[in-house]
């Protein structure tokens, strides 16, 4: 079965100021979605589906969605705050979403084989689709547990020259199987070269700018939709009636590696990635995607 491809795409992006999943970005009005599929697509993937909110459906699939009609097959889910496991309710006055791993759990009725979840305003680059492709048809001949994957790029390639960004720094024992991954804040590479960054325990340390770290970029089978909802629902007990807490993607699988439930592949990539977290990062996307469509990893138009 093709794997499935698993857009996040509900998001407004508060620091950039607009909906930037929308934003062209290419010389023919491209946006870095269409790279996304594009990539996805020559790497075999057979299905693609937007996580978006049901307010901007229309304007969506009309603007995005509908570019990829006769090319691939294409789905949507909403991520919906009253979407949650049955005996919970949204809170009064909670309008914040639940984060990461709540927007994959909207998809758990229209994904039905293995799928790769991605951000979609972040250009992950060809080889990092191939890869992923890669792992996803060699399989794993052990049923002992769940075996995922997860693109790691360096920090170095991850930094943005016009604020500080958050990341999950990774560990790896020797096999290359994801032991950990630290949640670090305001990461920025100060003026004596060094990258620093603030630990959730508030404080502020250095980062060697090699470190892998996850962009959010992950290879699942369909068990990890009963996995999100075992946790998410334990999350909830805990959690739940918090006005802004948030469950995400790496701490679900966190999770499952420490109850030894999965083992998480951290895959190398000769690709950079670049994304637009300021207004400002826009000019230096648009330069690096000229520079690769220059090269030949892209035409132009995509088409």
């Given at each position: 079965m093709k794997p499935t491809l698993l857009v996040l795409?509900?998001?407004?992006?508060?620091?950039?100021?607009g909906l930037k999943q929308m934003d062209?970005?290419?010389p023919n009005g491209e946006t870095v979605l269409d790279y996304s599929v594009f990539d996805a697509i020559r790497a075999g993937f057979g299905k693609v589906?937007?996580?978006i909110r049901e307010d901007f459906a229309?304007?969506?699939k009309n603007s995005v969605g509908a570019r990829f009609a006769g090319k691939i097959e294409v789905d949507y889910a909403f991520q919906k705050l009253e979407d949650l496991p049955e005996g919970f309710s949204v809170?009064?006055?909670?309008?914040?979403?639940?984060?990461?791993?709540?927007?994959?759990?909207?998809?758990r009725h229209v994904v039905d084989g293995p799928f790769a979840v991605?951000?979609?305003?972040?250009?992950y680059g060809a080889d990092a689709y191939q890869s992923i492709a890669r792992w996803f048809a060699a399989g794993s001949a052990d049923a002992s547990k769940d075996h995922y994957s997860m693109v790691g790029y360096p920090l170095r390639n991850t930094l943005s020259q016009h604020g500080s960004v958050n990341r999950g720094i990774c560990k790896t024992d020797a096999n290359g199987l994801l032991t950990d991954v630290e949640e670090v804040v305001d990461i920025a590479r100060d003026?004596?070269?060094?990258?620093?960054?603030?630990?959730?325990?508030?404080?502020?340390?250095?980062?060697?700018?090699?470190?892998?770290?996850s962009m959010n970029f992950w290879g699942f089978t369909r068990s990890f939709f009963d996995q999100i909802e075992e946790h998410f629902t334990a999350f909830l007990t805990e959690k739940g009636g918090e006005q802004k807490s948030e469950c995400y993607i790496p701490t679900v699988v966190d999770d499952l590696i420490r109850r030894e439930k999965a083992d998480c592949l951290v895959l190398d990539t000769t690709s950079s990635w670049f994304g637009v977290t300021y207004p400002?990062?826009?000019?230096?996307?648009?330069?690096?995607?000229?520079?690769?469509?220059?090269?030949?990893e892209y035409p132009s138009p995509l088409g």
């Open positions: 795409a509900a998001g407004m992006g508060s620091r950039y100021g062209p970005m290419g589906v937007f996580i229309d304007a969506f809170p009064e006055g909670r309008t914040k979403p639940w984060g990461t791993a709540h927007a994959v759990r909207a998809a991605i951000n979609a305003d972040d250009f003026a004596d070269g060094v990258c620093r960054g603030t630990a959730l325990d508030g404080s502020r340390r250095e980062i060697e700018d090699t470190s892998p770290v400002d990062d826009k000019p230096h996307v648009v330069a690096s995607i000229a520079k690769l469509i220059e090269a030949g």
